[in-house]
């Protein structure tokens, strides 16, 4: 019998750490350094890279996924290098997706040449804004002009770019998330990934927010409604949500994002990356070392690089995919979900957010309405209850 991971694919997350400066809204793992050895993180890569395929020998990638940080600051080298041991170690689709994140100051039309022929074939740039006044408020250090450059030569190198925006911005008016998002609309990206600014505890905007020293922050009604013109435009423009924030034309879905999405499994290599693996029919979460120094002395002197592992409960299971799920259009399957869980939703719970107006309820599946996506978090603690 199939295992449950294999409606979602298999996927592959590399997480390079370092950027060129810390972003003040960031609370991903990443780091500011003068030098990097990245001979030395290619071997440690290659080491992990080895290990995990002993583990799930012969699973057929779909995905090949270089976040960070700013993945577009390692030496296209390096990149060929490790793309080339996955290959050795693992069969890929014939139609594999390769995905690198690129911040605008670190494009340049020969760099990015050097990425494609590599085998990256997907680009996603974070351009975040598309005025100078808000980059700066973002701790951006590129301008607009940079910006629209650099997308210009991905979209001539890579036959697949994307890129973010952030909006819900301080001093930012529903019109001029309008008059922005027609502009982004008309660089003909075939996707977007629209986020709606959070402050995160931990951030420097988070420090500042809770010293009093943020001001301008759109209020919860104003977002709303910058979120429901984002469907509006989105869609009209051909570019519909096939998840929360991210939206895209046909066929050109992140599939990297999708294994996540579909509760497929992945490996995740480099400091502070996650996974999911189904080793011997049971579902393993694992996590690794947050400091790049010592995910490097961990792989080099204990020959792996995490620092959890542990079986996923088929409650727990369920509740992943369940959250993960409803985040897509297509939302969740149902007979999934029951095989996962040992049991369906409460069939009267379902039908009060159905009348409600939160999900859409067919014998099949079950989708989050746009106005359910919007209040997503406070859907899912209702259906989730036990």
């Not at 709606?196 to 927010?209: K, N, S, V, Y």
């Not at 002395?297 to 792996?304: N, P």
Request: charged share 25%.
């Amino acid at each position: 019998m199939a295992e449950h991971w294999q409606a979602g694919g298999f996927g592959l997350y590399v997480h390079w750490p370092f950027c060129q400066a810390k972003c003040p809204y960031c609370d991903f793992n990443s780091h500011v350094a003068a030098q990097i050895d990245q001979s030395r993180w290619f071997s440690c890569y290659l080491s992990e890279i080895k290990r995990y395929s002993s583990e799930v020998p012969g699973r057929t990638l779909t995905s090949i996924y270089f976040g960070g940080g700013t993945p577009s600051l390692m030496a296209p080298e390096t990149v060929a290098a490790i793309l080339e041991a996955i290959r050795a170690e693992w069969p890929v689709a014939n139609d594999l997706e390769v995905t690198l994140e690129a911040n605008p100051t670190s494009v340049e039309a020969g760099r990015f040449r050097g990425f494609r022929d590599a085998g990256v074939n997907r680009v996603s740039m974070g351009l975040q804004a598309l005025n100078d006044a808000d980059l700066r408020l973002l701790g951006r250090l590129h301008s607009a002009a940079e910006g629209r450059a650099a997308f210009d030569i991905a979209r001539s190198v890579f036959p697949r770019v994307s890129f973010d925006l952030i909006y819900a911005r301080q001093h930012q008016t529903l019109a001029h998330w309008r008059s922005e998002l027609t502009e982004a609309l008309a660089l003909a990206a075939d996707h977007l990934s629209l986020y709606q600014l959070t402050i995160e505890p931990g951030t420097a905007f988070g420090d500042r927010h809770a010293r009093g020293r943020l001001p301008g922050l759109v209020d919860d009604d104003t977002g709303a409604e910058m979120y429901d013109l984002t469907q509006e435009m989105c869609e009209a423009a051909g570019l519909p949500a096939y998840e929360v924030s991210n939206h895209a034309g046909d066929m050109a879905q992140s599939r990297h994002n999708l294994v996540y999405w579909r509760g497929g499994d992945y490996v995740g290599i480099g400091p502070g990356a996650h996974g999911r693996l189904t080793l011997q029919g049971l579902r393993r979460a694992t996590e690794t070392e947050l400091s790049p120094a010592g995910w490097l002395r961990a792989v080099e002197t204990r020959g792996s690089g995490e620092t959890l592992r542990e079986v996923i409960s088929p409650e727990a299971q369920a509740e992943e995919y369940a959250m993960m799920s409803l985040r897509l259009s297509e939302g969740l399957d149902r007979a999934r979900y029951r095989a996962i869980r040992g049991r369906d939703f409460d069939p009267d719970l379902l039908g009060r957010l159905d009348s409600l107006g939160m999900i859409s309820v067919t014998l099949d599946r079950i989708t989050a309405t746009l106005q359910g996506r919007r209040i997503l978090n406070t859907v899912l603690a209702e259906l989730l209850v036990d």
